[in-house]
């Protein structure tokens, strides 16, 4: 693409004028049109007065701004953008309204421009089949707000040629985003990816095993995240969310593994949507924060454990090395009376205890997996003793952690939803979404994930997983959790997750 490179911009509402800011700041020259009369000038002016805010905060100077402002025009009709190398359809969500504005720009413009929409969930083989190049025809997903998310996915539809989603990833460069070049495929890359940790959460909640402050407060202490699933969802909005995750769903033939759960479809129907009603998961009050978005913390006024039995499998040495390290003596073998403190990964106290014929009033189960220097998660199986739990509880509190207590679950809260993220992550390589790799980078940079869900996989040791995975769709004979065949064959053979194949 040279520097003189024009593009043209259909379409200068949110999106629209987020991609003019960023290619003007790459250097290219920007014809606007939008339907609506005045809309691609006000859309103009409202990425100038964006730009002049750099100015104030001294990031460029005033004769840059002029030279910038000087690289823009209105288009007036479709056909002034007849001399275009690129253009970016940005208008509203509509099959029927992008396939008229597709094939009436191919009356136009120049054989070997390109032609590309910013759709977020239309396939681009649907939208190019109302053209006669479809060679030239792709996606151009941004992100927004598009200055402030790196992130662009270039989706190549069946028909589209290599060199055409080569020229957009050179532009997406030059614009200063990272491309990801993805398969058109229902959700693309991170509307897909991004599924499994919102749903998961869902079933959780399903299940009533936690709370959502439980359930974010885990995943950003434990693992990382920037944000726990309910707050993110709440943030994104309930009515993009759920309808997305629909449109996921059915675009895979109803994969159970990308199947969401009643509270989500309850949440939309009551318009709950999150912050922008300032009601979703949590309440918000009038300053916008979150009632109770803080709580779900286990008080308990017993006194510590001093002893716990940790029996012999699974995990006894890291489990009794933490029971050491919150003041407890270890005992191996049962002097029926102590609490019996397990480690699991991926099963229930239920399961363990008819598997182990242990006292499952006594059972404590502690999620070790990822950190637990600031908090961990307990569970107790039905029937349980309520003391056994406060004074092992009381115990980890005396050592300066949060506890959360929630029912019995398989997998507790983090390591069910870190396998559907990292099992979906697998999953997405199998079927050729993107490169392993460019799966974990579009997912960190998209959603802020702390790691993407093959680096998952990796933390967790990919043989874990997988038998992680086997055991979670063991309990509840739920092919949600079924292990992708990408995953699978590299746990067997004993390989990185990201080897390719
Ligand atoms: N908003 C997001 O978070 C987001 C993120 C990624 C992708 N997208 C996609 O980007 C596209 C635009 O979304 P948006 O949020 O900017 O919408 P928007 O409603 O803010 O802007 C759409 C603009 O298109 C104009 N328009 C409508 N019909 C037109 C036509 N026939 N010709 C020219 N202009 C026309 C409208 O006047 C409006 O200015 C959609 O396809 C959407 O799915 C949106």
């Not at 539809?157 to 060199?163: C, D, I, L, Q, V």
């Not at 049962?334 to 229930?348: F, K, R, T, Y």
């Not at 005396?398 to 959360?404: E, P, Q």
Request: glycine share 8%.
């Amino acid at each position: 693409m040279t520097s003189k490179a024009t593009l043209g911009v259909i379409g200068a509402g949110a999106m629209g004028q987020g991609i003019i800011q960023v290619a003007l700041s790459g250097g290219m020259t920007v014809q606007v049109f939008d339907a609506k009369p005045g809309g691609a000038a006000a859309g103009i002016e409202a990425v100038q007065k964006r730009l002049a805010r750099l100015v104030e905060k001294g990031r460029i100077d005033e004769a840059e701004l002029t030279e910038i402002a000087s690289r823009t025009s209105v288009a007036n009709a479709l056909r002034d953008l007849g001399g275009c190398d690129v253009i970016i359809e940005a208008v509203f969500e509509d099959l029927e309204l992008k396939q008229q504005i597709f094939s009436e720009l191919e009356e136009h413009v120049s054989d070997d421009c390109i032609i590309a929409s910013n759709t977020s969930s239309i396939l681009i083989s649907s939208i190019a089949r109302a053209c006669r190049h479809r060679e030239r025809i792709a996606g151009m997903h941004f992100f927004n707000p598009v200055p402030l998310m790196q992130l662009v996915e270039i989706i190549r539809g069946p028909e589209t040629s290599s060199r055409v989603a080569e020229r957009l990833s050179e532009l997406g460069t030059r614009m200063g985003r990272t491309p990801v070049v993805v398969k058109d495929s229902p959700g693309f890359l991170v509307n897909h990816g991004g599924r499994a940790y919102t749903t998961e959460a869902i079933r959780i909640l399903h299940e009533r095993v936690a709370t959502p402050a439980q359930i974010d407060a885990v995943m950003r202490d434990c693992h990382g995240f920037r944000m726990g699933p309910c707050e993110l969802m709440d943030l994104t909005g309930i009515d993009v969310n759920f309808p997305v995750s629909q449109i996921v769903y059915d675009g895979y033939a109803q994969d159970p593994r990308l199947r969401t759960f009643f509270p989500h479809k309850a949440l939309y129907e009551a318009g709950r949507f999150g912050r922008k009603t300032k009601a979703g998961h949590y309440d918000y009050d009038e300053d916008g924060k979150a009632i109770g978005a803080d709580g779900g913390d286990f008080e308990t006024d017993h006194a510590p454990a001093t002893r716990l039995i940790v029996p012999p499998e699974p995990a006894r040495n890291i489990t009794a090395a933490f029971a050491r390290e919150i003041g407890c003596t270890v005992a191996e073998s049962d002097d029926s009376g102590s609490p019996i403190l397990v480690s699991l990964a991926g099963e229930d106290c239920a399961t363990y205890a008819a598997r182990t014929n242990s006292d499952h009033e006594r059972l404590v189960a502690i999620d070790l997996r990822g950190r637990s220097d600031e908090r961990v998660t307990l569970m107790t199986a039905p029937g349980a003793r309520p003391e056994c739990l406060a004074t092992v509880a009381a115990a980890i509190i005396a050592a300066g952690r949060r506890v959360t207590a929630i029912k019995d679950s398989p997998g507790f809260i983090a390591q069910r939803i870190c396998a559907m993220v990292a099992n979906l992550g697998c999953e997405m390589a199998q079927i050729g979404v993107a490169a392993p790799d460019e799966i974990d980078l579009a997912l960190k940079l998209g959603l802020n994930y702390p790691r993407g869900p093959l680096e998952i996989a990796e933390d967790f040791g990919v043989r874990d997983m997988l038998e992680m995975l086997e055991t979670m769709q063991d309990i509840t004979g739920d092919d949600r959790y079924r292990p992708s065949l990408w995953l699978r064959r590299r746990a067997l053979l004993g390989l990185p997750c990201h080897t390719p194949n």
